[in-house]
C-alpha cells in the first residue's frame, strides 16, 4: 500500500518573508528540491526563488538569497540560475537582506543567524545593528539606496530605507 507524499507547510516568518520577497518583485515558487543547494530548502531557477519547505532550515536565509536576486542585472535576472560570486554582489545582498529584515520587522539575527556566513552571523548582526552597512556603497551604486549624506543631499531617507527594491 502506498501513501500520498506529505506535504510540509511552511511557517509563519517564512510565509511573511515570501510574500514580502513577492511584492518587491521577485517570484517565488514552492516546489521540491531534489539536488543538493548551498542553502537548504533553497535554490534559484531562472530567476525564480524555489522553495522546498521539507528542507528549509533557516527562514532568513530567504532573504538573503532573494538579496542576491535583487541585486542581479535586470536582463540577466529571468535567467539567473546560480548567484554570482562576486564579493561585491555577496555584501549587497547581505545589505539589502539586513534592509529586508528591518521592513519586515523581524529581528536582524533572522537573517544573521547562528548557522550563516560560517559562523559569522551573530558578529554580522552586531556590525549592522552598529550602523556598519557592509555593501551599502554596492547597494548606492545600483541606485537602490543612499547613505546618509546623500539621503540628507537628495531630502529623502538613508538606508535601511530602500529607495528601490530591485536593481
Not at 15 to 38: H, K, M, W
Not at 99 to 119: E, T
Request: net charge negative.
Amino acid at each position: 500500500m502506498s501513501s500520498a507524499p506529505t506535504t510540509v507547510a511552511l511557517d509563519s516568518i517564512s510565509e511573511r518573508i515570501l510574500a514580502f520577497i513577492e511584492d518587491v518583485g521577485i517570484p517565488t515558487a514552492i516546489a521540491p528540491i531534489d539536488e543538493a543547494t548551498f542553502m537548504p530548502g533553497m535554490t534559484i531557477r531562472d530567476g525564480v526563488l524555489i522553495v522546498d519547505p521539507a528542507q528549509l532550515i533557516w527562514p532568513g536565509d530567504l532573504l538573503h538569497e532573494a538579496g542576491h536576486i535583487a541585486v542581479t542585472e535586470p536582463g540577466k535576472r529571468p535567467t539567473l540560475h546560480m548567484v554570482n560570486p562576486d564579493p561585491g554582489e555577496e555584501m549587497s545582498a547581505m545589505c539589502w537582506s539586513f534592509a529586508a529584515a528591518l521592513a519586515l520587522d523581524l529581528d536582524p539575527d533572522v537573517v544573521f543567524h547562528d548557522g550563516g556566513y560560517q559562523g559569522g552571523g551573530r558578529h554580522l548582526a552586531g556590525v549592522y545593528g552598529g550602523g556598519a552597512y557592509i555593501g551599502l556603497p554596492m547597494l548606492q551604486y545600483y541606485g537602490m539606496a543612499l547613505d546618509a549624506r546623500s539621503a540628507a543631499e537628495q531630502g529623502t531617507l538613508p538606508f535601511p530605507h530602500m529607495q528601490r527594491w530591485l536593481r
